[in-house]
């Protein structure tokens, strides 16, 4: 396991993240089972023993490992539309999925 003060700064649906082993973290859906182990291996920074690694893109041979906790969805959005003087209006919904990870380890490069 890694030791605390480490930390990664990782590629994960498409969105920047800084994580550390330990925090659980809500990300866009990853269709995997509860329970399943995930690898990033896009890690953009590592920062172990005080020495901090800068990726161009990517630091070479890093990767950070999770675990799947759970599935949830969130509050409901509602988009209306509407063009005055013509008649037209509509209503929208939607709700976004999300999975929430366990960050289990920092692989250094």
């Given amino acids: 396991m890694s030791t605390t003060g480490e930390y990664a700064i990782i590629v994960a649906s498409g969105t920047q993240i800084k994580v550390s082993a330990g925090e659980t973290h ?3 859906l990853i269709h995997s089972d509860p329970g399943a182990e995930v690898v990033f291996g896009k890690v953009l920074l590592l920062s172990a023993d005080g020495a901090v690694k800068v990726g161009q893109p990517y630091v070479a041979g890093a990767k950070v490992t999770g675990e799947v906790v759970r599935h949830a969805r969130g ?3 509602r988009i209306y539309r509407y063009k005055r003087k ?3 209006q509509r209503t929208v919904g939607h ?3 999300f ?3 366990k960050i289990t380890d920092i ?3």
């Fill in 75 to 77: 509050k409901k959005i």
């Fill in 26 to 28: 809500r990300l866009d």
């Fill in 95 to 97: 709700r976004s999925e």
């Fill in 86 to 88: 013509k008649g037209y």
């Fill in 107 to 109: 692989v250094k490069g």
């Fill in 99 to 101: 999975t929430f990870v």
